[in-house]
């Protein structure tokens, strides 16, 4: 009998957007473009660190020497990641960086490409590291991602459908 009501639970929770993990339910974000971290622990979910970007001539900037959500590179990590519509190809709507520490400490970049005729900037993809991720879907919009031997250092996820709004988390 408990294991039936166990089961009713779960099912509930998964068709309301809910997940049970580590014996708690989740819920997807409210907002497209909002990411949070999964503890590994009976913890709830963590939001992580959100700013809004400053550009330079050469450079994305991103405030402070390290992000406030700090992870541990032992474990895999799960994030949730609200986007517009899961069910596109995560790949298309998420990605995720690896980003710089100045030598100031006071701020974290990404380089910019500005060889462009348009004086558009772009992300300088030669320079920079993307974190490929496997997911699945979660909830009505919004995606489970796993990431697996990230190295100690500065991320950022960037969704689709949210151009300026930048998530940052640090592993250690």
Not at 60 to 89: C, H, P, Y
Not at 98 to 127: A, G, T, V, W
């Amino acid at each position: 009998m408990r294991n039936i009501v166990f089961n009713m639970i779960l099912f509930t929770g998964l068709l309301s957007g809910s997940f049970v993990s580590n014996g708690q339910f989740l819920k997807e974000p409210k907002y497209i473009g909002n990411v949070y971290y999964v503890p590994a622990t009976n913890a709830p979910p963590i939001k992580l660190e959100r700013q809004l970007t400053r550009y330079t001539r050469k450079f994305l900037l991103f405030e402070g020497a390290s992000s406030s959500v700090s992870i541990d590179s032992t474990e895999t990590i799960k994030l949730i990641v609200k986007v517009l519509n899961n069910q596109l190809d995560p790949i298309n709507a998420i990605r995720l960086y690896k980003i710089h520490n100045s030598e100031k400490k006071d701020y974290r970049y990404m380089f910019l490409r500005n060889d462009n005729p348009l004086k558009i900037k772009f992300i300088d993809y030669d320079k920079i590291e993307r974190i490929n991720f496997e997911s699945d879907p979660f909830g009505k919009s919004s995606y489970l991602i796993y990431l697996k031997n990230l190295t100690p250092g500065e991320y950022v996820i960037a969704v689709d459908n949210d151009k300026y709004g930048w998530n940052l988390f640090g592993v250690k």
